[in-house]
Nanobody
Framework: QVQLEESGGGLVETGGSLRLSCVAS????????MGWFRQAPGKEREFLAS????????YYEDSVKGRFLISRDNAKNTVYLQMNSLKPEDTAVYYC?????????????????WGQGTQVTVSS
Protein backbone atom coordinates (compact mmCIF):
# COMPACT_ATOMS: atom_id res chain seq x y z
CA GLN A 1 0.00 0.00 0.00
CA VAL A 2 1.28 3.45 -0.94
CA GLN A 3 -0.06 6.71 0.43
CA LEU A 4 0.52 9.92 -1.47
CA GLU A 5 0.27 13.47 -0.19
CA GLU A 6 0.49 16.51 -2.44
CA SER A 7 1.48 20.01 -1.38
CA GLY A 8 2.55 23.30 -2.91
CA GLY A 9 -0.67 24.45 -4.47
CA GLY A 10 -2.02 27.96 -4.03
CA LEU A 11 -2.98 31.18 -5.74
CA VAL A 12 -0.62 32.63 -8.34
CA GLU A 13 -0.89 35.33 -10.97
CA THR A 14 -0.78 34.65 -14.70
CA GLY A 15 2.79 34.04 -15.79
CA GLY A 16 3.86 32.91 -12.34
CA SER A 17 5.33 29.62 -11.19
CA LEU A 18 4.58 26.98 -8.60
CA ARG A 19 6.30 23.77 -7.60
CA LEU A 20 4.11 20.93 -6.44
CA SER A 21 5.45 18.12 -4.30
CA CYS A 22 4.09 14.66 -3.67
CA VAL A 23 5.49 12.58 -0.83
CA ALA A 24 4.93 8.83 -0.87
CA SER A 25 4.94 6.38 1.99
CA UNK A 26 6.65 3.02 1.71
CA UNK A 27 10.12 1.69 1.02
CA UNK A 28 9.70 0.84 -2.64
CA UNK A 29 9.02 4.30 -4.02
CA UNK A 30 11.83 4.01 -6.54
CA UNK A 31 10.16 1.07 -8.25
CA UNK A 32 6.95 3.00 -9.02
CA UNK A 33 6.40 5.16 -12.03
CA MET A 34 4.71 8.40 -10.98
CA GLY A 35 2.31 10.70 -12.71
CA TRP A 36 0.66 14.08 -12.33
CA PHE A 37 -2.92 14.76 -13.36
CA ARG A 38 -5.33 17.64 -12.90
CA GLN A 39 -9.06 18.13 -12.84
CA ALA A 40 -10.84 21.40 -13.43
CA PRO A 41 -14.47 21.91 -12.37
CA GLY A 42 -16.83 20.10 -14.70
CA LYS A 43 -14.02 18.45 -16.65
CA GLU A 44 -12.41 15.03 -16.83
CA ARG A 45 -9.22 14.36 -14.95
CA GLU A 46 -6.43 14.88 -17.45
CA PHE A 47 -2.89 13.58 -17.65
CA LEU A 48 0.01 16.03 -17.43
CA ALA A 49 3.27 14.15 -17.04
CA SER A 50 4.83 10.93 -15.84
CA UNK A 51 8.27 9.73 -14.84
CA UNK A 52 9.74 6.26 -14.64
CA UNK A 53 10.99 4.90 -11.35
CA UNK A 54 14.23 3.58 -12.78
CA UNK A 55 16.11 5.80 -15.18
CA UNK A 56 13.75 8.72 -14.71
CA UNK A 57 12.66 9.13 -18.30
CA UNK A 58 9.71 11.46 -18.65
CA TYR A 59 6.57 11.83 -20.75
CA TYR A 60 4.41 14.94 -21.13
CA GLU A 61 1.02 15.86 -22.44
CA ASP A 62 1.45 18.28 -25.32
CA SER A 63 -0.35 21.22 -23.70
CA VAL A 64 2.18 21.45 -20.86
CA LYS A 65 5.33 20.40 -22.67
CA GLY A 66 7.95 23.13 -22.26
CA ARG A 67 6.10 24.76 -19.33
CA PHE A 68 5.90 21.93 -16.78
CA LEU A 69 8.75 19.75 -15.57
CA ILE A 70 8.37 16.51 -13.65
CA SER A 71 11.21 15.20 -11.51
CA ARG A 72 11.74 12.88 -8.59
CA ASP A 73 14.03 12.35 -5.65
CA ASN A 74 13.90 8.68 -4.69
CA ALA A 75 15.92 9.31 -1.53
CA LYS A 76 13.11 11.59 -0.33
CA ASN A 77 10.23 9.51 -1.71
CA THR A 78 9.10 12.64 -3.52
CA VAL A 79 7.99 13.57 -7.00
CA TYR A 80 7.77 17.19 -8.12
CA LEU A 81 5.94 19.17 -10.74
CA GLN A 82 7.53 22.51 -11.58
CA MET A 83 4.97 24.69 -13.33
CA ASN A 84 6.03 27.83 -15.17
CA SER A 85 4.25 30.45 -17.26
CA LEU A 86 0.98 29.58 -15.61
CA LYS A 87 -2.30 30.51 -17.27
CA PRO A 88 -5.84 30.86 -15.90
CA GLU A 89 -6.76 27.64 -17.73
CA ASP A 90 -4.24 25.80 -15.54
CA THR A 91 -6.59 26.34 -12.60
CA ALA A 92 -7.53 22.90 -11.26
CA VAL A 93 -6.98 20.38 -8.51
CA TYR A 94 -3.67 18.64 -9.14
CA TYR A 95 -3.16 14.99 -8.25
CA CYS A 96 -0.15 12.74 -8.12
CA UNK A 97 -0.47 9.04 -8.77
CA UNK A 98 1.69 5.93 -8.53
CA UNK A 99 1.76 2.82 -10.65
CA UNK A 100 3.51 -0.51 -10.24
CA UNK A 101 4.09 -0.53 -13.97
CA UNK A 102 7.56 0.57 -15.08
CA UNK A 103 6.04 3.26 -17.26
CA UNK A 104 3.17 5.53 -16.25
CA UNK A 105 1.75 7.35 -19.26
CA UNK A 106 -1.63 9.01 -19.75
CA UNK A 107 -4.10 6.24 -18.88
CA UNK A 108 -5.68 6.78 -15.46
CA UNK A 109 -6.43 3.07 -15.20
CA UNK A 110 -2.71 2.26 -15.07
CA UNK A 111 -2.31 4.00 -11.75
CA UNK A 112 -2.87 2.13 -8.51
CA UNK A 113 -2.64 4.90 -5.94
CA TRP A 114 -3.78 8.51 -5.86
CA GLY A 115 -3.28 11.47 -3.58
CA GLN A 116 -6.05 13.74 -2.33
CA GLY A 117 -5.04 16.61 -4.56
CA THR A 118 -3.88 20.19 -4.12
CA GLN A 119 -5.68 23.24 -5.50
CA VAL A 120 -3.92 25.52 -7.96
CA THR A 121 -5.61 28.79 -8.88
CA VAL A 122 -4.18 31.12 -11.51
CA SER A 123 -5.62 34.62 -11.48
CA SER A 124 -5.94 36.65 -14.68
Amino acid sequence: QVQLEESGGGLVETGGSLRLSCVASGRTFGSYAMGWFRQAPGKEREFLASIRGIGGSTYYEDSVKGRFLISRDNAKNTVYLQMNSLKPEDTAVYYCAATRYAVGGPLRSRYDYWGQGTQVTVSS
